[in-house]
Structure formats: structure tokens, C-alpha cells
């Protein structure tokens, strides 16, 4: 066990992280919004943790105190939600695909602004982010008390009246509206509520690998979570963090199979580096056969049920 | 409550009726869907709301519920404008709808419908809900009795975990009545709640809205084509043609009307 935890412990910690990530695009999806602006407030929780342990609280040697991780994680829940709230009021106004454009749209314009100012580094980016632990595992007593805590925080969301009033959203906005659920607080609710969870990711992620730059948290970063979501299943939180999770690990098992001996050199090429056309083509297929994700409900209900006629 | 007076004056409607409809208007381009009409809807009766096809009369109700601004005129409700508010604004004061071709929120459980438009009468936010405070808990249970008690009145409480879209049409459109209930109107809006139900199901609805009105002290402002279901519910009644009110007044009277005769009871008569 120690060995595996020593051999897979930057790809175990990215899953739990890409599971939360998942987790802040599937509550605007909740209340029927695509909104794929989480990789840009996961860049702005980066680039507020590389900067704050860098030229403010910089330590000379040693490790960087984990408390000091926590108040950076706070910081960038708090600063995301600002501007969530600033983008999300005209942005919200938009819906269904151009909605998802708008928030491409945000990721941009922040990529291109963290490259050209000095306080981000530029093109450079931002380097030797310190470390608060001696081995990278250790990234766990961290990462999974926030995956716990998201879960627990979206699975009752799920059963309260703000999630009910979001769920009501989705599935017929004007009928919502008229029953007295108003569809712009609730929307932007959402998208701030996501953008809190994607930016306390960012500040995590910033010291779990080291080095910030404007290549984290882009479209690309968009894609691989609607993957997650779409592939998962966007009708529970189980769906999303089993996506996470799973397809985070996955190019690496499809490494594993590319380097069995006898494949030809295209397609273990492809296996090595198609993770993106994968996804896409996953997120294609899984739309048309799966429009809920292979996790939904009524998958979650049966095993439920099951296990009750077992006992 | 209290209306200036020289609103009562000028108004059409005095301030007692429920709903004041004041020279409501509604410009669709070239198009008017619905011109110059005024009526006002006194408390505790059943209004009725008849026209051919492409009167007026859907475009009136979501002038009314806020779905669509009004080009011009003035909308009061018990005794406030509140012309050209949001619909969920006009839902929290007091009003609900169905809708003429059933939207309910058709993946989730009949019970959830209904406990989705107990939205504006609870109050528990996403802190005091996500937490499980007591104060959200008991708001909850509370909630969920309430829903299973309107799926009751209108006969679907052996149904509750049913997907919305599961159910026949009949049922949907009774679905969507406890749906509208659960908000706790004063003002009920039904559009066509008889279309697509079959005799008996249409007697049961008779039934059903008069229980309804005694019980819960509401006036209820009703669209419907089919004709014994109007003259043997309605109080009052008012036929739109071509966006124009024609005639107003009790059933027996609006019946002999020749202009009606002429635009609606045409071929019957």
C-alpha cells in the first residue's frame, strides 16, 4: 500500500481535486446552466495562493504552515465569490449556449490578463510555490476533508428549498417563475456558489503542483470537467465526483495499456496523448446514449434497493 | 390597502374586486393580441374567460401573472399595481396559474412539484438549509405534509414519488392545480383545465374547483372552450374576440348576447 500511494500520489491527489472541481460545475448545472467559467476562478484561487506565499508570507526554509494554506483557501473562496457575483449578474442573463460562451469568454480575457500583468509573472508564471507538506500523499489531509466537505454541502443542497428552487430552474424556468422562485437570484446564487468551490481549488492546487502560470485553468481544464459532469451524470453529486475521479485516473490506465508490447505506434501514441479527443468523443457519445451520465437517480435508487432486499 | 381616490374614480373597477384590469393592452409587433380590455374580478366569485381560437384570452393571463409586459393599460391587484412586475414578484403576492399546455417539471416527483411552489410561503435560505437547522428541518416537514395534502385534495396522494411526466394528462393538469395551490393564492388563473380530460374526468373537475373555492376562500379567473363546464362553474363571464371584450356578465345573459352569438356560439347556436 505505501509503495501505491508513493508510486500514484500526484495522479491520487488530482483525482480528488479534478472530483471537487466537478462539484463547482455541476451546482450552476443544477438550475439548468452550463457555465464552463469554474477553470477561470480555479486560476484566480492559484494565482491568489502562488502569490501570497510567495512575496508575502515567503519562508526562508522549511515547510510553509498549513494554516497559512487554509487563510489562502479562504481568501480565494471569498475573492471567487466577489467576482462571481460581478460576473455572474449580466452574465446570467444569457442562457443556454451562449452562456457557455460568456464564461469561455471569462476564462480568456483572465488568461490573457494574468500573462501580461507582473504580479501573476507574466508567461512565466510563478515559481517554487511552497510546500506545506514533506510528501505530495500528504496533499490528502487536505484534499479529501474538501471533497467530504463539497459532497456533504451539495448532497443537502439537493434536499433543501434553495436546491429544490435551483432543480425547479432546470427543468421549466417560466413555470418556476411563476411559481414564485426568482430565476435570476437563484442562477446567480449558483454560479457563485460554484465559483467559491472552484477558487478554494485553485489555492490548493497552486501548492500541490508547485507553480502557477496562465496554462492552468483554461478551456482546455473546461472541457476535461463538462467531461466529468456530462460522463458522471449531471442529476446527482454522485455523478460529477465519480467522473472526477474516474476520468482523472484514466489516461493513466490508458498509459498502462499503450505500453503493452504489440500495439501499433499510432494508437499507443493516441492512448499516451488523445486525453482530450477521448473526452470529446466520450462527451459525444455519452450525450446521445447517456443524456444524464451513466450515474443518475434511478441507477443510484436500484442499487439502493437491492441492497435492502438483500438484507 | 387604501387606493388613492381618484383612481377609484377614473377606474373601471372599483377597489373591493380582487383583480382591476384597466384598458390592458398588449402590442405583439403589428399584431394586437389583446386591446383596450377591461373587467374587474370580484372576490370569491369564478370568472370566466371565454373566446375563439387566438382571442386573447392566454396572452391575458400571462399579462397578468407578469410573463408578458403589458404595451399599455394598468393591472390591480387587491388594490396594488402591479403592472409590469416579475412573475415570481406576482406569484409571492398571491396569484398562481396553470398553464394551457401543462409545464410541470416533468423529471421530478409529483410531491416535489408541489413542494417547489410552497417556495414564497418558507424562508429557509442556503446557509440555514444546507446546515440542517432546526428552524429549516421543521420548515421542511412542514412543507412536505402540506404538499401531501394538496395531492390528496385533487386524488393523487397514492402518486407522490411519480415522475411529473409519468402521469396521464388528466392527472397532470390536476397535478399542476395542487402545484398552483401549494403557493397559496387568492387568485387561482386556470388555463383550459378541462382540455384533454375525457366526461367523467371533466364532472370530477367541476367537482373539484368548487371544493376548492369553499375551502380555500379563492376567486378563480378561468379560461375553457368546453361550454356546459363554463355556464355551470362560471359566476360571470367575459368573451374576448380578437383581442376585444364583447360581452360581460352572467352566464344566462352572455349566452343571448348576439354579438357572442355571432363570434363564438356562431355554429351552436
Given at each position: 500500500m505505501p509503495a501505491f500511494l508513493a508510486a500514484y500520489d500526484f495522479l491520487l491527489v488530482s483525482m480528488v481535486l479534478a472530483a471537487v472541481l466537478a462539484l463547482s460545475l455541476y451546482v450552476p448545472l443544477m438550475a439548468g446552466q452550463l457555465s464552463l467559467a469554474s477553470p477561470g476562478f480555479y486560476a484566480l484561487g492559484g494565482y491568489i495562493a502562488a502569490i501570497t506565499s510567495t512575496?508575502?508570507?515567503?519562508?526562508?526554509?522549511g515547510l510553509y504552515p498549513v494554516s497559512l494554506v487554509i487563510l489562502e483557501m479562504v481568501v480565494a473562496a471569498l475573492a471567487s465569490a466577489v467576482l462571481g457575483l460581478l460576473v455572474g449578474v449580466p452574465a446570467l442573463r444569457l442562457r443556454g449556449i451562449f452562456l457557455a460562451l460568456a464564461t469561455i469568454a471569462f476564462v480568456e480575457i483572465l488568461r490573457v490578463v494574468s500573462l501580461n500583468l507582473d504580479v501573476t509573472g507574466g508567461a512565466i508564471g510563478i515559481f517554487g510555490v511552497p510546500q506545506p507538506f514533506a510528501s505530495q500523499i500528504q496533499y490528502m489531509w487536505l484534499g479529501l476533508p474538501l471533497l467530504g466537505l463539497c459532497m456533504l454541502f451539495v448532497a443537502r443542497l439537493e434536499r433543501s428549498r434553495t436546491g429544490r428552487a435551483l432543480v425547479a430552474l432546470r427543468e421549466d424556468e417560466l413555470a418556476a417563475d411563476a411559481m414564485g422562485v426568482n430565476p435570476t437570484r437563484y442562477k446567480v446564487l449558483a454560479f457563485t456558489v460554484s465559483a467559491m468551490i472552484a477558487g478554494v481549488v485553485g489555492a490548493l492546487s497552486a501548492h500541490f503542483i508547485n507553480t502557477w502560470n496562465?496554462?492552468?485553468?483554461t478551456f482546455d481544464t473546461g472541457v476535461s470537467l463538462m467531461a466529468f459532469v456530462l460522463i458522471g451524470g449531471s442529476r446527482t453529486f454522485v455523478g460529477p465526483v465519480v467522473g472526477g475521479l474516474v476520468l482523472t485516473a484514466l489516461p493513466e490506465a490508458l498509459r498502462g495499456v499503450a505500453d503493452v508490447s504489440g500495439l501499433p505506434a499510432w494508437l499507443a501514441q493516441f492512448l499516451r496523448d488523445g486525453r482530450l479527443i477521448i473526452f470529446g468523443v466520450m462527451i459525444a457519445l455519452g450525450t446521445v446514449f447517456f443524456p444524464h451520465g451513466l450515474i443518475t437517480p434511478g441507477v443510484l435508487q436500484r442499487r439502493g434497493r437491492r441492497r435492502a432486499d438483500r438484507s | 390597502m387604501s387606493v388613492p381616490a381618484a383612481r377609484v374614480a377614473n377606474g373601471?373597477?372599483?377597489?373591493?374586486?380582487v383583480l382591476g384590469v384597466d384598458a390592458l393592452t398588449c402590442r405583439f409587433g403589428g399584431v394586437i393580441?389583446?386591446?383596450e380590455v377591461s373587467f374587474g374580478v370580484r372576490p370569491g366569485e369564478v370568472f370566466g374567460l371565454i373566446g375563439p381560437n387566438g382571442a386573447g384570452k392566454t396572452t391575458l393571463f400571462n399579462l397578468v401573472t407578469g410573463l408578458t409586459t403589458p404595451t399599455g393599460g394598468r393591472l390591480r391587484y387587491q388594490g396594488r399595481d402591479i403592472t409590469g412586475l416579475p412573475p415570481h414578484r406576482i406569484a409571492a403576492l398571491g396569484i398562481a396559474r396553470t398553464f394551457q399546455n401543462v409545464r410541470l417539471?416533468?423529471?421530478?416527483?409529483a410531491l416535489q412539484n408541489v413542494m417547489i411552489a410552497r417556495h414564497v410561503r418558507t424562508t429557509s435560505g442556503l446557509v440555514s438549509g444546507v446546515l440542517g437547522l432546526p428552524s429549516a428541518r421543521a420548515e421542511e416537514r412542514v412543507t412536505r405534509q402540506r404538499a401531501m395534502a394538496l395531492l390528496e385534495l385533487v386524488g393523487l396522494a397514492d402518486r407522490p414519488d411519480e415522475q411529473g411526466r409519468n402521469f396521464s394528462y388528466g392527472d397532470q393538469r390536476r397535478l399542476e392545480i395542487a402545484r398552483a395551490l401549494a403557493l397559496e393564492p387568492q387568485l387561482l388563473l386556470l388555463d383550459e383545465?378541462?382540455?384533454?380530460?375525457n366526461s367523467g374526468e371533466k364532472r370530477g373537475l367541476s367537482e373539484l374547483i368548487r371544493d376548492v373555492r369553499a375551502r380555500l376562500a379563492l376567486t378563480i379567473l378561468l379560461i375553457e372552450h368546453h361550454v356546459p363546464l363554463v355556464m355551470d362553474l362560471c359566476d360571470r363571464i367575459a368573451v374576448l374576440n380578437f383581442g376585444q371584450l364583447i360581452a360581460l356578465g352572467p352566464p344566462a345573459a352572455v349566452q343571448k348576447n348576439a354579438a357572442v352569438i355571432e363570434a363564438y356560439l356562431g355554429d351552436e347556436a
Open positions: 512575496r508575502i508570507f515567503p519562508t526562508a526554509s496562465s496554462r492552468q485553468g | 373601471a373597477t372599483p377597489a373591493a374586486d393580441a389583446v386591446s417539471f416533468g423529471e421530478l416527483s383545465p378541462a382540455a384533454g380530460m
